[in-house]
């Protein structure tokens, strides 16, 4: 009997992150997401995370403990102060993601920063300008882009499989009701920040900056968005593509990504933006499929090893994300926002200095 799927060509695979050179990492947070991070990256690579700060002392000393983690502080200022840690990893709310990067480069610290990488492009632009003059490494947090299945997508796109890309669909919903900072205007709450993040950086990784942005969505009673559809058009090479990206934080959606061309379509699995796989269906020719790599797990090692590569060649941004698409996405979501009524508080006068007053509510995985 035949398979009705044919066998995957030989793909592209990320480096491994076990061979990346070994960074000293300090956490800046003590939530969720800085928890898988401090379980994932030391597990899966070389990387050692030796120190964490949290504005709460407690939390900062139970958090070493469960992922013994050498030091604990109880302030900010103290964990980047720490002549032991190379680079700083900011896993703190949107609101603060600025403040604390900042914080971080003036301690001649690199920095690895939660997407989205701060409220707006504006201080996107201030954070990265300042590791320029600085000399240090900076980089958006966005880990799909490592991912095994991700490396191997966009090799299949770029080498004509799929034809001329037309359409890119993707989709991310979770239920969040409780997840008080998201409905929190004065920590960029909303789901946009949070979640849409993703599909926008997808379709950015295989379209490049759009040229028309296209938003409609529903804001809750605070002002935040919770539900948005966004579409993208291009202009140039992708004239012809558009992309649509949809977001919510009030129900599990499917959370899966197409990339359609002209001679095939390519579907990957739930869900897209983590460890994943996907399925090739050319129009003429048997469907194949890339699976997973079984034993590689996680997903956070993948960035911090590419942190790791970068700075022991002393460079200062990534290929992969590099300054530029994070500006591009910053932008991108900014005009959505702007286009959907959403504004958060001091973002136009710059953050708060007073960091370390700043409540800290846990920043869930993704």
């Not at 480069?105 to 320029?132: C, I, S, W, Y």
């Not at 379209?207 to 966004?230: I, K, N, Q, R």
């Amino acid at each position: 009997m035949t398979s009705s799927t044919a066998a995957p060509p030989p793909l592209a695979a990320p480096p491994d992150p076990r061979h990346a050179p070994p960074l000293r990492w300090g956490i800046l947070g003590a939530g969720g997401i800085a928890a898988r991070f401090a379980r994932e990256v030391p597990a899966r690579s070389a990387q050692r995370v030796v120190a964490v700060g949290s504005r709460d002392a407690m939390k900062a000393a139970t958090f070493a403990a469960e992922h013994g983690v050498d030091r604990a502080y109880g302030g900010y200022a103290a964990l980047v102060a720490d002549p032991e840690v190379d680079v700083v990893y900011v896993a703190t709310p949107h609101s603060h993601h600025h403040a604390h990067a900042m914080l971080a480069l003036a301690a001649g610290k690199h920095v690895l920063v939660e997407k989205a990488f701060t409220r707006n492009a504006a201080e996107a632009k201030e954070v990265l300008a300042t590791a320029g003059d600085l000399g240090l490494f900076a980089m958006e947090a966005m880990w799909t882009r490592f991912l095994p299945h991700m490396v191997a997508l966009r090799e299949v796109v770029a080498s004509g499989a799929l034809g001329e890309v037309l359409a890119v669909h993707a989709d991310h919903g979770q239920r969040l009701d409780l997840v008080e900072r998201l409905y929190a205007p004065e920590l960029a709450g909303g789901a946009l920040l949070d979640l849409g993040v993703y599909p926008i950086s997808f379709a950015h990784s295989l379209l490049g900056a759009p040229a028309g942005v296209h938003a409609a969505g529903v804001l809750t009673d605070l002002g935040v968005d919770a539900h948005e559809a966004v579409t993208l058009t291009y202009a140039g090479e992708h004239a012809r593509a558009v992309a649509v990206c949809t977001a919510n934080m009030w129900a599990r959606s499917p959370t899966t990504a197409s990339v359609i061309g002209t001679e095939g379509r390519l579907d990957v699995a739930a869900p897209f933006y983590g460890t994943s796989g996907f399925t090739v269906t050319p129009f003429s020719g048997r469907a194949w499929s890339w699976p997973p790599e079984g034993a590689d797990r996680g997903g956070f090692q993948h960035e911090a090893a590419e942190v790791a590569r970068c700075v022991a060649q002393g460079r200062q941004q990534s290929d992969v994300m590099p300054w530029s698409a994070t500006l591009e996405v910053m932008a991108t979501l900014d005009e959505v926002r702007r286009q959907l009524g959403v504004v958060y508080p001091g973002e136009l006068t710059g953050v708060d200095p007073a960091v370390e007053a700043v409540p800290e509510p846990d920043v869930p995985p993704r």
